[in-house]
């Protein structure tokens, strides 16, 4: 695969994991925030040819898993309403609200469309002037900038029928709720490429400064992880602490500003609810006053029964937090599988559970 091989090159690979062994002495805890990069990490089982003295603790970075369980009981209230459309990306589906998922209520006559898009919620709308459209908007800064699109789209066209219940989420406030736990084990961190892709990496800096630990911008493919593995473990060695760029292929200290523009432009910070882990304040967006008419929340007369607790087997609130991991949970490959998911980790593609169990670390 072009462009893909050559961040797969087993020689690139031996020679990078074997500078990485020299330079450890003592053992490390390194956070991959992102889910994605939990994933790569066991399924290239990095995690089992580095050096036995680095731990990877693996962080709340995936989308799904964090979009709190009332949000979810608000998207499936939705789209048992008449003449509602309940558009969601597909691994949103099976994650367990209060009492069921997206689709068990598709199951029971709900209206659940899965979409590649949120612009394909915008024609969906469009195609269908009698319905009420809204977006299951969750996400980090990767997917905020094409939900702001599709907003400025829906207003552009003169749309009525369009809406987003968003649950959009921002990585460097979690970051400082991780970093601000008084037995915070974290000692340095890899920081999700794409995230930095969009927002740049000028975030973090301030971060680093305050709570004196090495960032590494990181990538996803082996060589890419390498890199910033050996940059993180690079500065942890010599003391060092601040952001270090190892994903430059994508990823520039101002980000794309275009992106952040649009974002800014039809959303605002606000706190936000993390399922797990709690309300972290000026974590999320929400759309500003010239578009709140695209807001679902204060469009439809949500009446949220659930209570929003996890089930209590499920201890997917510490493993987001990093305090503990798959297999530390009693339901872990029982229980709970992938066929039969408990808690979201299981569910996506980006949740640690499933990584442990796709990659057999049982
Ligand atoms: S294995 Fe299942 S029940 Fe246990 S923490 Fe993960 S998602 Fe929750």
Excluded at 144 to 158: I, S
Aim: aromatic letters at 8%; one cysteine or more.
């Amino acid at each position: 695969m072009k462009y893909m091989d050559e961040y797969r090159n087993s020689q690139v690979s031996q020679k990078l994991i074997q500078e990485i062994k020299d330079l450890v002495h003592q053992t490390w805890n390194i956070m991959e925030i992102c889910g994605g990069q939990t994933h790569a990490i066991l399924r290239f089982g990095i995690d089992r040819v580095l050096a036995p003295e680095i731990h990877f603790i693996h962080g709340p970075g995936c989308p799904v898993c964090v979009t709190p369980v009332q949000k979810i009981d608000s998207a499936i209230q939705l789209a048992f309403e008449a003449d509602t459309i309940l558009c969601s990306f597909g691994d949103m589906l099976r994650v367990p609200g209060t009492k069921t998922s997206l689709l068990t209520a598709r199951g029971q006559g709900a209206r659940v469309q899965t979409v590649y898009s949120p612009l394909d919620s915008v024609q969906i709308a469009q195609q269908n002037p009698n319905k009420q459209v809204v977006f299951f908007a969750v996400g980090f800064e990767t997917t905020a900038p094409v939900n702001a699109m599709a907003v400025k789209k829906a207003k552009e066209l003169g749309l009525k029928n369009f809406s987003l219940l968003c649950a959009q989420v921002l990585v460097p406030p979690a970051v400082e709720v991780l970093l601000s736990d008084p037995y915070c084990q974290i000692q340095g961190f890899l920081s999700a490429g794409h995230v930095c892709t969009v927002m740049g990496y000028h975030e973090y800096e301030p971060i680093a400064e305050k709570y004196k630990v090495p960032i590494a911008v990181t990538g996803f493919e082996p060589v890419d992880l390498f890199l910033g593995i050996k940059e993180c473990v690079g500065m942890l060695e010599r003391g060092m602490y601040g952001v270090r760029n190892a994903y430059t292929r994508s990823v520039h200290r101002e980000g794309n500003i275009l992106a952040q523009a649009l974002m800014k432009e039809v959303f605002e910070v606000c706190d936000q609810q993390w399922r797990g882990v709690g309300c972290i304040p000026r974590s999320g967006l929400k759309l500003k006053s010239e578009y709140v008419d695209f807001d679902a929340e204060l469009k439809f007369n949500l009446n949220i029964v659930g209570n929003g607790q996890e089930q209590t087997v499920c201890i997917a609130g510490e493993i987001l937090q990093g305090k503990k991991k798959p297999t530390d949970c009693p339901a872990f490959g029982t229980l709970c599988t992938p066929e039969n998911p408990i808690g979201a980790p299981m569910v996506s593609n980006e949740g640690a559970c499933s990584a442990y169990y796709q990659y057999e670390r049982r």
